[in-house]
Structures are given as C-alpha cells and as structure tokens.
Nanobody, 119 residues
Framework: QVQLVESGGDLVQAGGSLRLSCAAS????????IGWYRQAPGEQRDVVAV???????SYADSVKGRFTISRDSAKNTVYLQMNSLRPEDTAVYSC?????????????WGQGTQVTVSS
C-alpha cells in the first residue's frame, strides 16, 4: 500500500508561483510512476506532469515551460513548482502513484489540494 498526502495549495494572483508537495509513505519502493493531475470544476481530471519509470519527465502542453516536477527520494516527496500561474490553472491538484502490489500495477491517489489563481 502507498499513501499520498498533498500540500501547498493556496490562493494566488495571476503571474504568481506556488510549490505543491506530495509526501509518499508505505511501500514507496514499489512506486513505478508518480505524477500530478488536476481537475477544475465541471471538467475531467487531466494529467499535469509525470515522472516516468525511467526517470523521464512528461508535461501537459498547457504547463510546459511554467511548471516543473521534481522528486526528493530521500524524503519520498514529489514537488510541482508552478510559475507564471494563470486563472485557468485553478483546480484541485492531486498526486497519483502507480505501484506494484502482488505483481499488479495499481493506482494510488492523494486527497488533493486546491489551487486558486485570481485574475
């Protein structure tokens, strides 16, 4: 089992920055892929940024050049640095980890953290 706890969400003005954190606990060595997703009101949940199993990074086109995903393995924490925030970045941001459990890849989600960008 993997537990994920996000933090860092806040209300910020357009053009501002925030750093989100996702602290993982439990069977963290079984995590293969970990990343950030977001869901705006009335919208589907979309991927924002992911650290793939080979260590490569993937970003949604809408955040490329503005957001950076990183990982501190010693702290079992994944970060999302968000710069040049826009009102359209307003959403609940959630962390998801894909981890092996009894040989099967399973998704684990955190509870989410609210990011609100005012114009």
């Amino acid at each position: 089992q993997v537990q994920l706890v996000e933090s860092g969400g806040d209300l910020v003005q357009a053009g501002g920055s925030l750093r989100l954190s996702c602290a993982a606990s439990g069977s963290t060595s079984s995590i293969k892929v970990i990343g950030w997703y977001r869901q705006a009101p009335g919208e589907q949940r979309d991927v924002v940024a992911v650290i793939n199993s080979d260590g490569s990074l993937s970003y949604a086109d809408s955040v490329k050049g503005r957001f950076t995903i990183s990982r501190d393995s010693a702290k079992n924490t994944v970060y999302l640095q968000m710069n040049s925030l826009r009102p359209e970045d307003t959403a609940v941001y959630s962390c998801k980890a894909a981890a092996l459990r009894f040989g099967v890849l399973r998704d684990y989600w955190g509870q989410g953290t609210q990011v609100t960008v005012s114009s």
